[in-house]
């Protein structure tokens, strides 16, 4: 395996590459979040020495051991995974981002969480756009009234989308998914279905970054292209 300092320098290469690529209207910026699920706490170091500050972790156990083993002032912790709404006492207010937000019972938790807690989470929506049934998210379909309903939770502050393709080694396969999941948050916001603006999309792995990032992305999920395969 590549030493992690070229690994992130070939992503990062990689992220102006496609940077270039994409129409001036998607000319937000990009964030990196570096998934470190199933590593070590020290390769989580050594990448925040390197410059990472975004971190991506899928379970609630693991990242709560990383949390009390990596700290810096920097450091934005990202749960990615699917988060039940009996763990969302643990994480709530210690992550910079929850992705994967797919139901209204997790809504009221993290709300709850945040009342007692005094703090506003910020979070994703998460729309299952391929219709797998394994996968979480809300469907296209009745993510207006999801959106509608997340209006009551005050504490609860969504910025955007997330989205999940299917597995494949073709990036083009992924583009439709990107360019749909732009098109939900625009029509969602020209119809001022929820109280802010939503800003950030959420899509692009190892495998299709670039490609996301051609259709929009403000938030790529990178971790083998990083710390190397799990
Ligand atoms: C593991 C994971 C990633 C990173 O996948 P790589 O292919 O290793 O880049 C991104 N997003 C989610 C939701 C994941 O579970």
Not at 53 to 65: H, I, K, T
Not at 71 to 91: D, M
Not at 187 to 203: F, Q, V
Not at 210 to 221: F, L, N, Y
Request: glycine share 6%; net charge neutral.
């Amino acid at each position: 395996m590549a030493a992690l300092n070229e690994n992130i320098d070939s992503v990062k290469r990689r992220i102006i590459d496609a940077c270039q690529k994409r129409p001036p209207s998607l000319s937000q910026k990009i964030t990196l979040v570096a998934v470190s699920k199933t590593k070590p706490a020290t390769q989580i170091e050594e990448a925040l020495a390197l410059g990472l500050c975004d971190f991506g972790e899928n379970y609630v156990q693991e990242l709560e051991e990383k949390i009390k083993q990596v700290s810096s002032p920097q450091l934005h912790w990202h749960f990615i995974g699917h988060l039940q709404s009996n763990k969302a006492k643990n994480i709530v207010g210690k992550v910079f981002l929850i992705h994967g937000l797919d139901s209204l019972k997790l809504a009221k938790e993290i709300e709850k969480e945040c009342l007692k807690k005094g703090i506003v989470q910020k979070a994703l929506v998460q729309i299952n756009l391929s219709k797998e049934e394994s996968k979480g998210g809300i469907s296209e379909n009745e993510i207006e009234d999801f959106l509608k309903s997340l209006n009551e939770f005050e504490q609860l502050e969504i910025v955007g989308l997330m989205t999940l393709p299917p597995p494949t080694e073709n990036p083009e396969e992924s583009r439709p998914y990107f360019k749909k999941l732009r098109e939900i948050k625009d029509a969602l916001n020209s119809k001022k279905i929820y109280r802010s603006e939503l800003t950030e999309l959420s899509m692009g792995m190892t495998q299709d970054f670039e490609v996301a990032i051609e259709e929009g992305a403000t938030i790529i999920r990178v971790g083998t292209a990083i710390f190397g395969s799990r």
